[in-house]
């Protein structure tokens, strides 16, 4: 680990909790240069849905890359661009009903936020973008200004202006209508909130702590939106494509947000990707006006439209990832039996929250060393996250399962 040490930044992070170097992965493994198996629950923080170099998908992209087909292409039309196009209309736009025009804003997730902020002030010419407590919607400054963690706020060096947070479902107690608060301060002239240009959400806060919003409160969100002629932006960076089970996280709720922001897993492959969907009435881009090099990634589309085909032209993939979520969360409850901790999530998204914060680091450590990756989250990192590819096999599932209970129980003995 050396080399990494002496001339890599000290920006870097999930190698310091696992102090290995990773050499080859496949489905839910992932091995180091010396041979030792670790069970993946991390995907690359929900970016490997379908698990590490998954066989159907290279086998699109060694044939595109070997056919030599455009690797590069910023926004011109390439024939691989065309196919997820179709694609996408196909197999999730049209099923849904939803008319969404599609923007390629740039590889990254904070790309496809930019790109949703920039639009929602084009579109009503306001600048307030309201957020949500514990939000996580990227790193640049623009993503950074309605997120909420104040360490990676302060990494921006300047104020962080524009935006204004609210409680996000429950951030008060089970009886504070923190909701109507936000409702009042959009129609209370004397507020202090200015009109916004826009809302924007997590259903699921993933960095936030796993922090699950109520399908009603997602509802009412929506409304108070459409009746103040707010857009509603989901970013579904990391619960969309499948995580809590239908392909966008937003469906169960019975919503149709203005904006959507998509990436992580969208590529299928780990390969970089973002998009940007919103209604054909915002469309009001000028030829240019949000551009970048690497908007057109070209093997992407190749994945992304062999993960489209391959999982999401039925509803079998939606199933097991409700039924494998349900068997994760009934093992997370055992374990919340005979500890102190609690539970929630949705889907394949899970989380195990101590009452002790130093808790959950401790359990990712002694967990890496028995074999299974698994991350932290929220705002003292006091939750356990747990985010396997959705291709996990039961087995798979069990096995990971047994070796956090195992974490948890010498955690607590030390």
Known sequence: MNVFTALESNVRSYCRGWPAVFDKARGSRIADENGKSYLDFFAGAGTLNYGHNNPILKEELLAY??????THGLDMATTAKRAFLETINEKLLAPRGLAYKVMFPGPTGSNAVEAALKLARKVTGRQTIVSFTNSFHGMSLGSLAV?????????AGVPLTNSMPMPFDRYLDENEPDFQWFEQMVLDEGSGLDHPAGVIVETVQGEGGVN???????????????ENDIPLIVDDIQMGCGRTGAFFSFEDAGITPDI?????????????????????????????????????????????????????????????????????????????????????????????????PDRAGQVARTAFRKGLLIETAGPQDQ?????????????????GLDILRSAVEETEEA
């Not at 890359?65 to 455009?70: K, P, R, T």
């Not at 699950?212 to 459409?226: D, S």
């Not at 747990?386 to 599932?397: G, N, Q, R, V, Y």
């Open 212 to 226: 699950v919003a109520r399908k009603e409160w997602l509802q009412g969100l929506a409304n108070v939106c459409r």
């Open 65 to 70: 890359l070997g056919g030599d087909g455009v």
């Open 260 to 356: 959507v922001t998509v990436s992580k897993s969208i590529s299928g492959y780990g390969l970089p990707l973002a998009l940007t969907l919103f209604r054909p009435e915002y469309d009001v881009w000028e030829p240019g006006e949000h551009n970048g090099t690497f908007r057109g990634n070209n093997p992407a589309f190749v994945t992304a439209t062999a993960a489209l085909n391959t999982y999401w032209s039925d509803d079998v993939l939606e199933k097991q990832t409700r039924s494998h979520g349900e068997r994760v969360e009934t093992a997370l409850k055992h374990i919340c039996v005979e500890h102190d901790a609690r539970t929630r999530g949705r889907g394949l998204v899970q989380g195990l929250e101590f009452a002790e």
């Open 383 to 399: 939750v356990v996250k747990l985010l396997p590819p959705l291709t996990t096999t039961a087995e798979e599932l069990d096995e």
């Open 147 to 155: 997120t909420g963690n104040g360490a990676k706020r302060a990494g």
